[in-house]
């Protein structure tokens, strides 16, 4: 059974749309929903290049699609067939590239096609049976395979995420601490020439100051 959907921009992750579900019978809704936000934010970095992936949450498995640089994102549970769930997202695709394609860009608010929720629920409750008579030519569909879709572990592909931004933050950190140690580096060649030729210039400075006060004199 299909338990949430959600639409966000690859570029930047902004969700998009959401279908307004009642998560009564989702324990820990929020929770999942901010796997779901953290996988769009790793998709907005370029962590994962897959354009079609089913990634395993607990009891529960999301699946994705990715055109148009936008993400679609499905929550169903582990038992609902994977092929219903990626034509399912593929009807949701269709319908808001051809509402909303020509704003996708420009959206700058979060859930700015919040209304798009009224065609999730309606397609949604299309696919909720899998034993209709449409559900099941659509799983014996052979032009439709989905057995090629990567498959992982919400885990494994948060942490790959993580790992990057741990990398990228201490490449970051270490080119900052470089760059100051190099500013000190001159700072202490500096001073070691000072403390080296200020003797030296203060002696020609009052050898100077002699003779010419010699040469006053006389």
């Given at each position: 059974?299909?338990?949430?959907?959600?639409?966000?921009?690859?570029?930047?992750?902004?969700?998009?749309?959401?279908?307004?579900?009642?998560?009564?019978?989702?324990?820990?809704?929020?929770?999942?929903?901010?796997?779901?936000?953290?996988?769009?934010?790793?998709?907005?970095?370029?962590?994962?290049?897959?354009?079609?992936?089913?990634?395993?949450?607990?009891?529960?498995?999301?699946h994705?699609?990715?055109?148009?640089?936008?993400?679609?994102?499905?929550?169903?549970?582990?038992?609902?067939?994977?092929?219903?769930?990626?034509?399912?997202?593929?009807?949701?695709?269709?319908?808001?590239?051809?509402?909303?394609?020509?704003?996708?860009?420009?959206?700058?608010?979060?859930?700015?096609?919040?209304?798009?929720?009224?065609?999730?629920?309606?397609?949604?409750?299309?696919?909720?049976?899998?034993?209709?008579?449409r559900?099941v030519?659509k799983?014996?569909?052979?032009?439709?395979?989905?057995?090629?879709?990567?498959?992982?572990?919400?885990?494994?592909?948060?942490?790959?995420?993580?790992?990057?931004?741990?990398?990228?933050?201490?490449?970051?950190r270490?080119?900052s601490?470089?760059?100051?140690?190099?500013?000190?580096?001159?700072?202490?060649?500096?001073?070691?020439?000072?403390r080296?030729?200020?003797?030296?210039?203060?002696?020609?400075?009052?050898?100077?100051?002699?003779?010419?006060?010699?040469?006053?004199?006389?």
């Amino acid at each position: 059974m299909v338990k949430l959907t959600m639409i966000a921009r690859v570029t930047d992750g902004l969700p998009l749309a959401e279908g307004l579900d009642d998560s009564r019978d989702v324990p820990d809704a929020d929770y999942y929903k901010q796997q779901v936000k953290s996988l769009f934010k790793n998709l907005s970095m370029g962590h994962n290049e897959a354009s079609r992936m089913s990634i395993e949450s607990g009891p529960y498995i999301f699946h994705y699609i990715i055109e148009g640089r936008v993400c679609y994102l499905t929550m169903c549970d582990r038992s609902y067939p994977k092929k219903l769930a990626f034509q399912y997202l593929e009807d949701l695709k269709t319908e808001f590239e051809r509402v909303n394609g020509s704003q996708i860009e420009t959206a700058a608010r979060p859930y700015a096609f919040i209304k798009f929720d009224t065609f999730i629920q309606k397609t949604k409750k299309l696919y909720q049976d899998t034993r209709t008579q449409r559900n099941v030519a659509k799983l014996n569909d052979e032009l439709y395979e989905v057995h090629q879709i990567m498959t992982r572990n919400v885990q494994e592909v948060l942490g790959v995420g993580e790992k990057l931004d741990q990398v990228s933050q201490m490449s970051s950190r270490l080119t900052s601490e470089s760059r100051i140690y190099a500013d000190k580096a001159r700072d202490l060649n500096r001073q070691a020439l000072i403390r080296k030729w200020a003797p030296v210039a203060i002696v020609i400075g009052v050898v100077s100051l002699l003779f010419w006060a010699k040469n006053k004199i006389w």
